[in-house]
């Protein structure tokens, strides 16, 4: 690859620049089109847990030894509190008591609000997959499998004239460029220990570029701390402005696989303020503020009790999920999706945690991320319904 002739260099950094120019010309007459048309935050942490999102930390772990590392009287501190809602506060402050009182928030299995995924595998690949394209394909079967063959709802946005070129993902972990498949969708996948320099050429996309590189890997080459992942999509959508952008973090997964209980909860608090720091620039940017939609989920769940660390198809419960919806404060259509859930479920529902006895599937987020764009996902393959 870098051993190039001088004169097949030029070559080819004519026939760029010439590709460049003519690619120019052509989105110059897409962009500035429908700018008004509403942007999307897709955000998720692996592998958290319901039981923690609706209960807050569990007090038979932070006792237990195995798991503690150690760290109970740290994680009382930090954590512990007589009721749910102090517990989800110290935890997940965002998440439960923002999207959980002013969103949707569901998959209280507490209170029979029920999420799975429709997939068989109940690990990660088969996960992202049913989350992107609606289609729980058993197929699927591996985290090592190829670039995914089916067309994600990203991709399809991608070709939609108010988003072209305005679509991104961030993922820590390395198989996003593989699960997205970024060479056929069409959109950056910033995955693994990746940089954004080939797009952004200033000193702090170097400065994250050079630390990421530098940084600590207690997941080897596969996957980076989640505070890269973070900063570089932050910077990106501060910078770059774009209308769609996924942003997986990965370190709740990696420190559950561990038996570490105070690294999961920290990773996922961590997670919580980042969503947070995300929903307060959209709030105070014009074009975003009153403009934009915030999905947040996870790709599959865990055990029960001492089964916590693991999932997959022979780990109990580990189907189960959780998913959130946060919207425009102004023309939010969050209340609509509500009145056309409980008419078809014929139950009373109001915004904030949901707590009606349901049963929603991770293949339906898809087509639920196209219709709060306004748009039907379509695609050669089956795809779940929205969830209105
Ligand atoms: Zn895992």
Sequence with gaps: MRQKTAFFTLFIAVSLSLCFSLKAQKSTVVEGTNASAPNLIVITTDGLRWQELFNGMDFALANHKKFNH???????????????????????????????????????????NKVDVANPHWFSYPGYNEIFTGYPDSAINSNNYPPNPHKNVLAFLQQQKAYQNKVIAFGAWDAYNRILNEAASGFPVINGFENLLPILKDPQTKMLAD?????????????????????QAKYYL???????????????????????????LDAAHQVDAWVAAIWQWIQNTPGYKDNTYLLITTDHGRGFGEAWTDHGADVKGASSIWFGLMGPEKNSNLTSIVQAMQKNLGVKMSLGEQISNQQLYQKQLAATMAKLLGLEFTAAHPIGDAIY
């Design 70 to 112: 150690g760290d109970s009287a740290y994680l009382f501190k930090k954590y512990g509190a007589a009721t749910v809602t102090e517990r989800q506060t110290k935890l997940l402050p965002f998440i439960t008591q923002t999207i959980g009182k002013k969103g949707l928030l569901f998959g209280n299995r507490f209170k029979e």
């Design 238 to 264: 501060e910078t770059k402005r774009p209308k769609v952008m996924y942003i997986s973090y990965g370190e709740t997964d990696e420190w559950a696989h561990e038996g570490n209980y105070s690294a999961y």
């Design 211 to 231: 630390m990421l590189q530098d940084s600590y890997k207690p997941f080897k080459e596969v996957e980076c701390l989640d505070v890269f992942t973070h900063h």
